[in-house]
């Protein structure tokens, strides 16, 4: 199957698999869109991209088990419970199982922010917290203070720039 339809049908599944929760329906795409761009803009090989997209689609899968399991869903109770949800629709797809193993990492990883070994690690955080920003109504000092210290991509930045700052008016 080429990768452009399993990306196509690991979105639905996991519409499928939030389904009638339309806040996180939205927000994978979202998620999913801003990684996809920054990840084009970035000049990713093939196969990074991919496994970007996919770990942007599957990222939050751990919420729904979390809040089944604990009550909660914190950022790392989503990082326990993820990997193992996205490991089983990630095999139905047929991939890797390499490729399973390094977006299960990223699931298990996409909160924290130290350590980031890899652009698809980067381009994930960022494009959550581009999508997080807004959804949770972060004030604008905190956002500065993400994109300073936890931003590290051109595009990302600029994604980041546009969407929650003033352009700069040019000084004579």
Request: aromatic letters at 6%; proline letters at 2%; one cysteine or more.
């Given at each position: 199957m080429e990768r452009e339809k399993q990306i196509d049908l690991l979105e639905l599944n996991m519409m499928r698999f939030n389904q009638n929760d339309v806040k996180r329906i939205h927000h994978l795409v979202k998620v999913h869109r801003f990684a996809q761009m920054i990840g084009r803009m970035e000049n990713l090989d093939e196969h990074t991209q991919f496994l970007t997209e996919c770990a942007a689609l599957v990222h939050d899968i751990g919420i729904r088990p979390?809040?089944?399991?604990?009550?909660?869903?914190?950022?790392?109770?989503?990082?326990?419970?993820?990997?193992?949800?996205?490991?089983?629709?990630?095999?139905?797809?047929?991939?890797?199982?390499?490729?399973?193993?390094?977006?299960?990492?990223?699931?298990?990883?996409?909160?924290?922010?130290?350590?980031?070994?890899?652009?698809?690690?980067?381009?994930?955080?960022?494009?959550?917290f581009l999508v997080n920003f807004y959804e949770d109504a972060i004030c604008r000092d905190t956002i500065q203070k993400v994109l300073d210290n936890i931003f590290r991509t051109r595009s990302g930045k600029l994604l980041c720039e546009i969407a929650y700052f003033e352009k700069q008016k040019d000084s004579d």
């Open positions: 979390s809040e089944e399991k604990y009550g909660t869903c914190n950022g790392k109770l989503q990082e326990q419970e993820g990997p193992a949800c996205a490991r089983v629709m990630l095999e139905e797809l047929g991939l890797s199982q390499a490729d399973i193993d390094r977006i299960c990492y990223l699931v298990g990883h996409h909160h924290t922010y130290t350590h980031v070994e890899g652009m698809d690690y980067q381009i994930l955080i960022e494009a959550d």
